[in-house]
């Protein structure tokens, strides 16, 4: 791929792509409603990336080399900040949480909705480091802001029923798992959250 990279047009072309998906992990998230969410450290990161390599690739006077470099680490800028991108594409909320040192977090989850409420699904160490089980919260979903009361539930059946309603609504979550990229089923850590009205 890089010594068809080397003709002007080709290169102009994968830079240009670098810098839209770079652009595209902060554009993504103004399609929510409600205040802005900055990205996360490894999609801020990737989107970083993204935006660095494409300049240099876009850079007339670089050396031939540079071009090698860029190309080859460009797919670990592109990995997290295209997931990222898919991740903002659907349905997403905030839950404002504190952790144990009572700083507040803004935890951007997927969120599935059955007959007994709001459910969102998240690694238990993550739920737990957050508060996520019997103390208030504040959601935020479709631009309104509301208390919540998470109610962590580890039983398998009911984290496994709600991990694949996620699978089913996010089709990220369908591409990224047929890539391997994403658990189709429920690992061994998942815990499901119930967010009941406060």
């Known amino acids: 791929m890089v010594p068809i990279l080397q003709t002007s047009l080709a290169s102009k072309i994968y830079a240009l792509v ?57 797919p670990l800028a592109l990995n997290p900040a295209l997931f990222s991108i898919g991740g903002e594409a659907e349905e997403v909320i905030s839950v404002f949480a504190k952790n144990k040192e009572g700083e507040v977090a803004d935890l951007r989850l997927w969120i599935v909705d059955r007959d007994d409420g709001a459910w969102v699904g998240l690694g238990k160490d993550k739920a737990l480091a957050h508060n996520l089980n019997g103390v208030q919260a504040e959601m935020l979903r479709d631009g309104q802001l509301s208390c919540v009361m ?10 496994e029923i709600i991990h694949r309603m996620k699978v089913e609504k996010y089709t ?5 798992g047929a890539l391997g990229l994403y658990p189709l089923e429920a690992t061994s ?10």
Not at 189 to 198: C, G, K, M
Request: aromatic share 10%.
């Open 18 to 74: 670098l810098v839209l998906v770079g652009l595209g992990v902060f554009a993504i998230r103004f399609q929510h409603a409600g205040p802005y969410s900055m990205p996360t450290w490894g999609p801020m990161l990737g989107a970083l990336g993204c935006l660095s390599l494409g300049g240099v690739l876009l850079w007339s006077a670089k050396p031939k080399w540079l071009t090698w470099v860029a190309v080859l680490l460009s």
């Open 150 to 159: 998470p109610r962590l539930h580890e039983d398998r059946p009911t984290v």
């Open 172 to 176: 990220v979550a369908q591409m990224s």
């Open 189 to 198: 850590s998942t815990v499901a959250v119930r967010l009941d009205p406060y």
